[in-house]
């Protein structure tokens, strides 16, 4: 049966089953959200609609149950988590003008819903179109009293952002990485670099990866001469052995690792992602584990490199 008005106006007067919901066109999960909504007493009339799915039906009956007004979502245009991250701004009182686009993503409204906590509008940003992982950057940067409205502008990505936010946070010279040929990763490693006060000259080439500069920036935080190893062509693992045996001749001593670290790395490599950004006995097992699968999505894990 083709749903209409008064369908659905017959099947509520009449406290309709899930069986009957079924008959008229809704799925199992569509019917039950409906019937559950009359048993809780909420105007089911507002979302009785195929055009909603089970999730979107959900997300209404919950707002009613909760006596908010759900004209400014209650519409199929938005999914559920939209939804969501709405009912969330009319909670804390955010203009729904600036939020309420179904063009935005769930990200992009929730970055403007946190930025309005602190009297920030980023909807200007997000009607130019930017991503929610901008937008987390530039709302980060705000709150420590930071514009990088510039970089932004300039169409540096998220990961880049991240690092150049950081780094002026730490009062480094961010122009020293600056280039948009680095990728976020490499940017971390010089800006780590030039936080512990190294000569970040020294790999700051284009041409190193962000592991191959990890294995330098630790050779000289380490106070080792790293001329025998900074070279583009040598990668990132044997740098890694170089740098320790320069380090275990300098008189320093590497932890060793376990049998589950070391299950880590072989997994890494079946996988082919980079070991040498985890590959390191002080991380533990599941520091490694979480950054290998970090890697092996594709995603940016420089958060994770940070021994506990």
């Given at each position: 049966?083709?749903?209409?008005?008064?369908?659905?106006?017959?099947?509520?007067?009449?406290?309709?089953?899930?069986?009957?919901?079924?008959?008229?066109?809704?799925?199992?999960?569509?019917?039950?959200?409906?019937?559950?909504?009359?048993?809780?007493?909420?105007?089911?009339?507002?979302?009785?609609?195929?055009?909603?799915?089970?999730?979107q039906m959900k997300s209404i009956?919950?707002?009613?149950?909760?006596?908010?007004?759900?004209?400014?979502?209650?519409?199929?245009?938005?999914?559920?988590?939209?939804?969501?991250?709405?009912?969330?701004?009319?909670?804390?009182?955010?203009?729904?003008?600036?939020?309420?686009?179904?063009?935005?993503?769930?990200?992009?409204?929730?970055?403007?819903?946190?930025?309005?906590?602190?009297?920030?509008?980023?909807?200007?940003?997000?009607?130019?179109?930017?991503?929610?992982?901008?937008?987390?950057?530039?709302?980060?940067?705000?709150?420590?009293?930071?514009?990088?409205?510039?970089?932004?502008?300039?169409?540096?990505?998220?990961?880049?952002?991240?690092?150049?936010?950081?780094?002026?946070?730490?009062?480094?010279?961010?122009?020293?990485?600056?280039?948009?040929?680095?990728?976020?990763?490499?940017?971390?490693?010089?800006?780590?670099?030039?936080?512990?006060?190294?000569?970040?000259?020294?790999?700051?080439?284009?041409?190193?990866?962000?592991?191959?500069?990890?294995?330098?920036?630790?050779?000289?935080?380490?106070?080792?001469?790293?001329?025998?190893?900074?070279?583009?062509?040598?990668?990132?693992?044997?740098?890694?052995?170089?740098?320790?045996?320069?380090?275990?001749?300098?008189?320093?001593?590497?932890?060793?690792?376990?049998?589950?670290?070391?299950?880590?790395?072989?997994?890494?490599?079946?996988?082919?992602?980079?070991?040498?950004?985890?590959?390191?006995?002080?991380y533990t097992f599941r520091q490694?584990?979480?950054?290998?699968?970090?890697?092996?999505?594709?995603?940016?894990?420089?958060?994770?490199?940070?021994?506990?």
């Amino acid at each position: 049966m083709v749903e209409n008005n008064e369908t659905i106006k017959h099947l509520v007067d009449s406290r309709a089953g899930k069986a009957e919901w079924i008959k008229a066109g809704f799925d199992e999960f569509q019917a039950m959200e409906i019937v559950i909504g009359m048993e809780n007493g909420v105007d089911v009339t507002s979302y009785a609609s195929t055009e909603f799915d089970a999730t979107q039906m959900k997300s209404i009956r919950l707002a009613l149950e909760e006596g908010m007004n759900i004209s400014a979502f209650a519409m199929p245009e938005y999914d559920y988590i939209q939804m969501e991250e709405i009912k969330e701004a009319i909670r804390s009182c955010v203009d729904l003008n600036s939020i309420c686009n179904p063009k935005y993503s769930h990200a992009v409204m929730r970055e403007i819903r946190l930025a309005a906590r602190y009297n920030y509008d980023l909807s200007r940003f997000a009607r130019a179109g930017y991503s929610g992982e901008i937008l987390r950057q530039i709302r980060l940067a705000k709150k420590e009293d930071i514009d990088i409205t510039f970089f932004v502008e300039e169409n540096y990505d998220e990961y880049q952002l991240n690092e150049i936010r950081l780094g002026i946070h730490s009062c480094v010279d961010v122009s020293k990485y600056m280039l948009h040929e680095y990728t976020g990763e490499q940017m971390m490693q010089i800006r780590l670099g030039l936080e512990s006060g190294v000569d970040t000259d020294q790999y700051s080439m284009v041409g190193f990866s962000s592991g191959q500069m990890k294995q330098i920036r630790l050779g000289l935080e380490s106070g080792i001469d790293v001329t025998s190893y900074a070279d583009p062509f040598i990668d990132a693992v044997r740098m890694k052995e170089m740098r320790l045996k320069l380090e275990r001749a300098d008189g320093g001593e590497e932890p060793s690792l376990d049998e589950l670290q070391s299950q880590e790395i072989i997994l890494g490599l079946q996988s082919g992602v980079d070991v040498s950004l985890y590959a390191d006995a002080r991380y533990t097992f599941r520091q490694m584990e979480q950054i290998r699968i970090r890697l092996e999505k594709g995603l940016d894990a420089s958060e994770l490199l940070i021994y506990s």
